[in-house]
């Protein structure tokens, strides 16, 4: 399969604790996205990255937020000390620049934080 | 502000039934209307890209169209596998990313 692979799929987490999630795009793609969707809402833009160069940060990215996009490959999202409000799915999806620019979402990981 | 509306929120149709879901759009600079299909639990699918008023693209029994401030979603003869949420999201001027509007829940009945 040649899709957006996302991991982990499901991920539940105590209060304050770190979670990373990964996400390895098509290979043949040089953007790379992160989105983060509500029960009922749309998915919202967090951050993406050209190559290795994150391009653009959401207000809603705060500092306990982080993406990393090293050698220009796959992906880390990082969020720090954890709160209730961080429950969601986060979403990554890829896109080429010279191929229609359209976004490819993977399956997404699920953060659920008791 | 940039904003992406889609109506109804929620819509039912018996099998056969044919119907149109809404997105409006205020954006400065557009540069592609996008519309996904998502079902529970899974990531958004891309289904079409419109880039100019006027523009139209079919995929078996989904048609989109374009004008100026929003876009259709065509269904024609819905079956029950078409029951699913579909997305409408923009590209304005040179920033890669879409913002998305909250999207239309489609169910349709056997």
């Known amino acids: 399969d040649t899709g957006v692979s996302q991991n982990p799929r499901h991920k539940i987490t105590k209060r304050g604790q770190n979670v990373t999630f990964r996400c390895d795009p098509i290979s043949e793609h040089n953007r790379l996205y992160w989105y983060r969707q509500t029960l009922g809402q749309g998915p919202e833009f967090l951050t993406y990255f050209q190559n290795e160069a994150q391009l653009e940060k959401s207000r809603l990215l705060s500092d306990r937020f982080s993406a990393e996009r090293p050698k220009g490959s796959f992906s880390t999202l990082e969020i720090q000390r954890t709160e209730q409000g961080d429950s969601a799915m986060y979403l990554c999806?890829?896109?080429?620049?010279?191929?229609?620019?359209?976004?490819?979402f993977g399956e997404g990981s699920r953060l659920t934080v008791l | 502000e940039d904003q992406v509306t889609q109506s109804p929120e929620a819509l039912r149709l018996q099998e056969g039934e044919s119907s149109s879901l809404n997105c409006s759009y205020t954006v400065s600079g557009l540069r592609g209307l996008f519309w996904y299909r998502q079902d529970p639990g899974k990531g958004p699918e891309f289904l079409f890209t419109l880039y100019s008023a006027g523009e139209e693209k079919e995929k078996e029994r989904l048609k989109a169209t374009l004008t100026k401030k929003e876009s259709f979603l065509h269904i024609t003869a819905p079956k029950p596998e078409d029951s699913a949420t579909y997305l409408c999201a923009v590209r304005r001027g040179s920033q890669g990313n879409l913002i998305f509007g909250k999207g239309t829940k489609l169910s349709v009945k056997p």
């Open positions: 999806a890829s896109s080429s620049t010279y191929l229609g620019g359209e976004l490819f």
